[in-house]
């Protein structure tokens, strides 16, 4: 299918600056190629306040009309959610097919999801933002056939009466409840057995999933694209002491995220929220990694998860071509692709572990293999001898403070 000529439409109002601004319509040029479509043209306009009808002024509506026919133009992207007012004008004016910045990201969604869960939570999403916009939807409803915009719930479905819409949006959040709940069980479950959550954390295209594959020896989709990695994934990871943690992939954050997209997928992100220890990676290269960095740290503030302990990796090294100053603390700079670069990263990890972990030393009785075992797997140690005249190994190391081993330190201390 050839790619979709798009032309993005933005108003600039006084208090937005400019910086911001232009890091925005950069981030909806990569958008519209994620999804498929190459990006002709971008119209701005500078506004007190958005147009209430038409979002952006008459003048500039005329030379959009003008750029559409001139251009052929396949489909119009706002770089502001639109109202239904909006969008029935715009379509009425123009003439051809418009969305939003969120209805894009929610097309985006609907491509990369894969889990039943993924799924669902998409078309809850889709469907709660088309809900009270059926009416303006007009072109874009008439013109059936693919193009972005029209992935997941799909035309026909959407187009039946908004009583069947409701009914659907019912059942879907009574079959997400219980998928929250299974995936609460196994939270749960994870933390009887004492088991260290890691999560990944960071703006779309930050090269999370690279990290996640090189310590996890996976395969999952890398990509320099949005939104390359969208149902979370969990595995298993060994840190230099031998101590193993699970360690989750996440779905990138981005500025603007659409109010329903943060709502749907708030059981997707819980992940982050339940984590014992973050990596927030950073795209260093960026130009606007300051903002995007300021936006991942008000997104996890949304969710809870700022007072999370957290390693900031700085990471794509090879391609800052100036100088480069860290924003946060605890830091590290890194290449994903340099496998000494990852093992430094374990080695900080398992260095910000010991700080905050209380220190242990114990005596374990030569025959109990099961507790050393279970010691050196959910324990950072840091020194193992053996004492001949009491038949006993002597560890010393740290275990998080409330760990359920915390019983084997009182008994030593008495001994």
Do not use: C
Not at 97 to 108: C, F, G, N, V, W
Not at 223 to 232: C, Q, R
Not at 323 to 351: G, T
């Amino acid at each position: 299918m050839s790619e979709e000529r798009i032309l993005i439409i933005a108003v600039k109002k006084p208090e937005l600056q400019e910086e911001r601004f232009q890091s925005s319509l950069e981030e909806l040029i990569s958008l519209g190629k994620t999804a498929g479509g190459y990006v002709v043209k971008v119209i701005t306009q500078k506004r007190n306040r958005i147009h209430p009808a038409t979002y952006i002024g008459e003048g500039k509506l005329q030379e959009i009309k003008h750029e559409v026919e001139e251009a052929d133009i396949d489909l119009i992207i706002s770089n502001d959610e639109l109202s239904p007012g909006q969008l029935r004008n715009l379509n009425h004016y123009l003439d051809v097919r418009i969305i939003d910045r969120s209805q894009l990201i929610l097309d985006i969604f609907a491509q990369r999801a894969n889990t039943k869960e993924g799924k669902l939570q998409v078309e809850l999403a889709q469907l709660e933002y088309m809900l009270p916009r059926l009416g303006g939807q007009g072109i874009e409803m008439s013109r059936l056939g693919a193009g972005i915009g029209t992935r997941g719930p799909g035309e026909t479905k959407l187009e039946t009466d908004r009583r069947h819409i409701r009914n659907r949006i019912v059942d879907i959040k009574r079959r997400l409840k219980m998928v929250v709940r299974q995936r609460e069980q196994y939270r749960k479950r994870r933390k009887t057995n004492d088991v260290f959550q890691l999560a990944i954390v960071g703006y779309t295209n930050a090269g999370k999933s690279t990290i996640f594959n090189r310590l996890t020896n996976s395969e999952t989709l890398e990509e320099n694209l949005l939104f390359a990695t969208l149902d979370p994934l969990t595995r298993k990871i060994q840190l230099p002491s031998g101590f193993q943690a699970l360690i989750t992939d996440t779905v990138g954050f981005l500025q603007d995220l659409p109010t329903s997209l943060i709502a749907a997928f708030r059981s997707t992100l819980e992940e982050v929220r339940e984590a014992d220890f973050l990596l927030h990676v950073v795209d260093a290269s960026q130009e606007n990694q300051l903002q995007q960095q300021k936006t991942v740290m008000k997104l996890l503030e949304e969710l809870e998860a700022h007072s999370i302990p957290m390693l900031t990796v700085y990471n794509k090294k090879d391609l800052i071509e100036d100088d480069f100053f860290p924003m946060q603390h605890p830091n590290l700079l890194i290449s994903a692709y340099e496998q000494e670069d990852l093992r430094k990263l374990l080695v900080a990890i398992e260095s910000l572990l010991a700080k905050q972990w209380k220190n242990y030393t114990v005596q374990i009785d030569s025959d109990d293999g099961s507790m050393i075992a279970r010691l050196e797997r959910d324990t950072i140690i840091t020194d193992k001898t053996f004492d001949e005249d009491k038949n006993k190994y002597i560890l010393h190391g740290y275990m998080k403070r409330d760990h359920s081993l915390s019983y084997l330190i009182n008994q030593n201390k008495n001994k």
